[in-house]
């Protein structure tokens, strides 16, 4: 079945630092890929998405590639700020059997200190 | 309303009881899906529906059941709740095949 994988956090950054959360994901055939974000006290909010290979997704200063030979869709931010600080899941969009389904990884919880 | 809401927002319930999650979108889509969060484990899909009329199971689904009347309405039941469907339950429905999908607010469910 599909499945994703992210890195384990927390992650504690000082602004303007960059940050890099790995995703990998196994799927068949050929998903979309997502970054969800969840503040604190709210529901998710979709950050950005990519839905075929070498697409890149953006959004808000956030980056990532969908990197097909790698299986992966790593989230990259080149300075990150103290309103950053969420939860980020990785997610995949696709078939089993004849349903559509979105798949997601644990969460990784970034901390951004001044 | 527009997207998803769902309620309660948050409900502490005595363990054994019957409850029922309620979900309604008004985009029209096809597809819902109930969620639940759990610190560690992310998010982990309890059912789904493709349509109105029929439903599927996810990862976790004992314990709970859905219905699926009409395309508006996902509501999720538990029969006779367990402190380990303690969780934060979110109601999603994608837009179609590759595009994103929209969150309701989440239900904080806490069974005692």
């Known amino acids: 079945g599909n499945s994703v994988t992210q890195m384990e956090g927390p992650v504690t950054l000082s602004e303007e630092a960059f940050l890099t959360i790995n995703c990998t994901y196994t799927?068949?055939?050929?998903?979309?890929l997502f970054w969800y974000v969840q503040y604190p006290g709210e529901g998710l909010q979709l950050l950005l998405k990519?839905?075929?290979?070498?697409d890149k997704g953006s959004n808000k200063g956030f980056e990532a590639t969908y990197r097909k030979e790698t299986t992966s869709f790593h989230l990259e931010k080149g300075s990150v700020q103290v309103s950053d600080s969420a939860v980020y899941f990785c997610?995949?969009?696709?078939?089993?059997?004849?349903?559509?389904?979105?798949?997601f990884g644990t969460g990784t919880r970034l901390q951004v200190t001044l | 309303i527009a997207g998803i809401t769902q309620a309660p927002t948050s409900q502490i319930l005595a363990a054994g009881r019957r409850m029922t999650l309620r979900c309604t979108q008004d985009m029209r889509h096809n597809a819902m899906y109930w969620y639940r969060q759990d610190l560690g484990l992310g998010l982990r899909l309890i059912h789904y529906s493709n349509t109105a009329g029929t439903t599927g199971k996810g990862e976790v689904p004992d314990g709970y059941s859905v219905s699926r009347a009409n395309t508006d309405d996902f509501p999720l039941t538990l029969a006779s709740a367990v402190p380990s469907q303690t969780s934060v339950y979110f109601c999603?429905?994608?837009?179609?095949?590759?595009?994103?999908?929209?969150f309701g607010q989440g239900t904080r469910l806490t069974v005692v």
């Open positions: 990519a839905t075929k290979a070498d």
């Open positions: 997610a995949l969009l696709g078939l089993t059997g004849t349903a559509s389904k979105l798949t």
């Open positions: 999603a429905t994608p837009t179609g095949m590759n595009t994103e999908a929209f």
């Open positions: 799927a068949t055939g050929y998903p979309s």
